[in-house]
């Protein structure tokens, strides 16, 4: 009998090469040690559910990757974390989204970023078939091509059978505010960066930029505004949670290690304010290390890090 999926991460997937530190590219035919090279699986979806089955939650993946050896990886990485992957294509004919990131001594994070098969991975019937059994759905896939309309069903399907719906960006573009048209009428939390409320709402206020997604009909919006935490926009409320005090070593997955918090935070039982609250101590974690997960705990010890971890406005 098929178990519950307390969430069910859909779109892109990736391997994350992460190679840290790198100041400058070693002369042609020379080389330089590193500190870490890490390998794991990221991206809107992957990096999602990684996170969440690592908070404790019961964590599915639907997208696909290619029969390569970093497809395999990725499924072994993911089989091995407890993800459910049975949703999890491979497409034969193309390679596995692939990234390499050399992250600098101070954190930023160039990449070299292959495309493959997660990018076209359809909405099939087996997801739809596994929505009454799944409690949350977050969507990841924004601009992928021919899934747009398919994607709106099954959005709409799966908060018609109960389930709360989330929805994050890869990349700001007009292509994905026109996917966003269609998506968002189904989206009961919307959780773009700064950057993306930027971009595509043409405003530095958050707020306004919040109102702007919640006109094209989510329910509420979750602004990712790293340095300075996250906020969170409600028809009724605004809530502010700030970063926390650290010295960050990789922020590659930290918005994906939100998103993936708050919906931990929120499954069990956790209100709004402490469910981001719960959100910014998880990304928080992640930029401790490297990798997707970084140096995140599991749920217990991401409430105690939130309890005694102090916050200011700025991360040092």
Known sequence: MDQPLDLLAVG???LDITVHPVSSLPDADTGDLVDSIVLSPAGTAGGTALVAQKLGMAAGIASAVGDDPQGKLVRSMFVAAGVDTRMLATQSDMPTSTTV???RPGGERPNWHMMGASVFAPVTDAMFAALPRTTAVHWGAVDFPGVADRG??????ARALGAFTSCDLIAPSDAANADLDRLLPHI?????SLAEVRALARTDDPVEGARYFMAKGAGGCLVKLGAKGALLVQSDRQIHVPAYRIDPVD??????????GFHAGRSRGLDGEAALRFAVATAAQVALGIGTLGRLGGYDETRAF????????EVR
Not at 188 to 192: A, G, N, V, W, Y
Not at 306 to 313: C, H, I, L, N, Q
């Open 101 to 103: 990131l050399p992250v």
């Open 306 to 313: 939130a309890r005694d971890t102090p916050v200011s406005g």
């Open 188 to 192: 009961d939390l919307f959780m773009p």
């Open 152 to 157: 709106a069903d099954f959005l709409r399907q």
């Open 251 to 260: 922020t590659t997955s930290c918005g994906d290690s939100l998103c993936a």
């Open 12 to 14: 892109l997937t990736t």
